[in-house]
């Protein structure tokens, strides 16, 4: 009976809830006779490298606590072709395997790490062109004369309310909580405004 360490990844920005994800991965886990050893999850950005929930699910599959890596898709893993090549690396090394579900993907064979290779490198041209898109779109909007990026998430008609609970002592997280938006925006539109 594999031993299978499920992992589960949302974006920072990303509505989903990692649950979906567990849900998916426990099925197949049932479907597949394999023993959940662990489940870990994590609300981070697939691009960055470092990734508590991830590092420490390689760290368990390093000291041989599991037999295979889970996750739904691909790009829950990694975005990056060498993220995603170091990672399948690391567990090779460790007599590991890697599963995602979507693309139906088993690189303790094979076929499944050639299969990974390909899929890792069309994420990454994905990712690029996504990155590309943005870029002319937001450019785009400046020679129209826009500001393009990020909607502003506060109200600035509230300006002079924030400005005087900050004269009062408040911090910024206590007044982003009674206006709304993030106490770093609040900081810097009061800073902007002076």
Known sequence: M?????YARVSTWDKQQPEVQLAQLRAVAKQRGWKV??????????????????????????????????ATALDRVGR?????????????????????????????????RFAF?????????????IRERVRAGLQHARRQGRIGGRRRELDYGKLPRARQLRRRGRTWDAIAGELGGTGGAWSRALSRAA
């Open 37 to 70: 050893v662990g489940e870990i999850t994590e609300r981070v950005s697939g691009v960055k490298d470092k990734r508590p929930g991830l590092d420490q699910a390689l760290q368990l599959l390093a000291d041989a606590k599991a037999d295979l890596l889970a």
């Open 117 to 129: 290779q390909i899929m890792g490198a069309a994420s990454e041209l994905e990712r690029e062109l």
């Open 80 to 112: 990056s072709l060498r993220h995603l090549l170091n990672v399948n690396a690391q567990l090779e090394g460790w007599g590991s395997a890697l599963v995602l579900l979507r693309e139906n993907v088993d690189t303790s064979t094979p076929m499944g």
């Open 2 to 6: 594999k031993r299978a360490l499920l």
